[in-house]
């Protein structure tokens, strides 16, 4: 037993206990979606012009989100999944009307890649068809994966 200050650190910051392996193992497939989304938008950024680039990044940025939402929940069904990341995707567009998004993307240029600028109407097509492509693959994922008691 430990004595003195060792044993009042004890005492006052118990260790917490592991998180399941089934936690982890559940939440696994959502990261490593999130790092291929991540990756395959800053390709797609470095790679394509706008025309094609930026409504495939646009509706990346919904499938990143979706990504995170499963993360975050591994359990939510894929369809509110969806509706989430296009409801947040959305949220943000129309936060460009604003000039807060603008001001901070001069300020922080990483805040661009998370916020952008400028209003586009044509981005909240880009959000849907992603909200759509994720909820189908999560939906697709689920099926596939291994079959639950």
């Not at 998180?19 to 800053?42: E, H, I, N, Q, S």
């Not at 990044?57 to 919904?62: E, F, N, P, Q, V």
């Amino acid at each position: 037993m430990p004595t003195g200050a060792l044993a009042i650190v004890s005492r006052m910051s118990p260790a917490s206990p592991p998180p399941p392996p089934g936690a982890l193992r559940a939440r696994l497939p959502a990261a490593l979606a999130a790092a291929a989304t991540v990756a395959a938008g800053l390709t797609i950024r470095a790679v394509a012009g706008g025309g094609f680039g930026e409504p495939v990044g646009d509706a990346l940025y919904t499938v990143l989100v979706h990504t995170l939402i499963v993360l975050a929940r591994p359990r939510v069904p894929p369809a509110r999944a969806a509706l989430g990341a296009l409801a947040l995707s959305w949220a943000v567009e129309f936060f460009q009307l604003t000039p807060v998004p603008a001001a901070l993307s001069a300020a922080i240029p990483a805040a661009g890649l998370v916020l952008g600028s400028t209003f586009g109407a044509d981005d909240l097509c880009a959000y849907a068809a992603g909200a759509v492509l994720a909820g189908a693959a999560h939906t697709w994922a689920r099926h596939m994966g291994p079959s639950r008691p």
